[in-house]
Antibody, heavy 120, light 108 residues
Framework: EVQLVESGGGLVQPGGSLRLSCAAS????????MSWVRRAPGEGLEWVSL????????YYADSVKGRFIISRDNSKNTLSLQMNSLRGEDTAVYYC?????????????WGQGTLVTVSS | EIVLTQSPGTLSLSPGERATLSCRAS???????LAWYQQRPGQAPRVLIY???SRATGIPARFSGSGSGTDFTLTISRLEPEDFAVYYC?????????FGQGTEVEIK
């Protein structure tokens, strides 16, 4: 069974930085692209970023491009999201998710999420 | 960027009734890239349907998906108490993933 466990959320001031992590188990981690998806209070789901299985390709939503950096350590089965220049609108629950391509593109496993609050 | 618009925003129904949720894309979407998710309060989302009409592992047969081009539908044939939740459609294209704004299915 795939397990994804996020950590690193918390309260941060506008302009500050935070690093989220996602520990993965129950899968051959390097075989899968991974993604971050967030849900702001009272809002819907928003895709944030994606990284290929090798880590060589990364993609970002326009709302975070230039401020967030996605990375992975395949030797430790860990996904990370470095968030810089944080804004109030980045306040959300952040989920990591395993990506399936090809036979129906989708996010097929999700963590429980970690809450990021950007406020002074 | 493709925009997905879901309707209605809220659907008020009773257990045992049929739910029909709509997802309209701003331009044509590949059927293989259209998925539906359910999110219950306090829980992570979970995939219900992928490739427009394929049920994910463990998803009951009362959930079905259909559509093509720009118009897609999620149908719940008979609502169970655990089905009252928020539902999202999602598409992938051009290295971008987008979600609809969600439809809340609430108990009438």
């Amino acid at each position: 069974e795939v397990q994804l466990v996020e950590s690193g959320g918390g309260l941060v001031q506008p302009g500050g930085s935070l690093r989220l992590s996602c520990a993965a188990s129950g899968l051959t981690f390097t075989n899968y692209a991974m993604s971050w998806v967030r849900r702001a209070p009272g809002e819907g789901l928003e895709w944030v970023s994606l990284i290929s299985g090798s880590g060589g390709d990364t993609y970002y939503a326009d709302s975070v491009k230039g401020r967030f950096i996605i990375s992975r350590d395949n030797s430790k089965n860990t996904l990370s999201l470095q968030m810089n220049s944080l804004r109030g609108e980045d306040t959300a629950v952040y989920y990591c998710a395993k990506v399936i391509y090809g036979s129906g593109t989708r996010f097929d496993s999700w963590g429980q999420g970690t809450l990021v609050t950007v406020s002074s | 960027e493709i925009v997905l618009t879901q309707s209605p925003g809220t659907l008020s129904l009773s257990p045992g009734e049929r739910a029909t949720l709509s997802c309209r894309a701003s331009r044509s979407v590949s059927s293989s890239s259209l998925a539906w998710y359910q999110q219950r309060p306090g829980q992570a989302p979970r995939v219900l349907i992928y490739s427009t009409s394929s049920r994910a592992t463990g998803i009951p047969a009362r959930f079905s998906g259909s559509g093509s081009g720009t118009d897609f539908t999620l149908t719940i044939s008979r609502l169970e108490p655990e089905d009252f939740a928020v539902y999202y459609c999602q598409q992938y294209g051009d290295s971008r993933w987008t979600f609809g704004q969600g439809t809340e299915v609430e108990i009438k």
